[in-house]
């Protein structure tokens, strides 16, 4: 989960979150400008987009729910995307 490493490393290593994310969209769109020909792909799965769905993993494997519980959160690399 890129949120965890983003705190991990400003709490550890002090690199700060926009720092953070601002190299990993970077990485990202370097990716997809190397590889134009996996263009729908990336349409497909967009690592952009303004919202991304978010699951409770851990509550539903401690709660044993059978329900899956998606949250839809503000995506921090939208700001980023040049």
Request: charged fraction near 25%; aromatic fraction near 12%; proline fraction near 4%.
């Amino acid at each position: 989960n890129l949120s965890e490493l983003a705190l991990f490393l400003a709490e550890h290593f002090s690199l700060p979150e926009e720092q953070f994310w601002c190299m990993t969209a970077g990485c990202i769109e370097a990716y997809q400008t190397r590889f134009p020909e996996l263009k729908e792909r990336f349409n497909i799965f967009d690592l952009f987009a303004d919202t991304v769905a978010v699951e409770a993993h851990t509550k539903r494997r401690l709660q044993s729910e059978k329900i899956q519980r998606i949250n839809r959160v503000t995506n921090p690399l939208t700001q980023f995307r040049k």
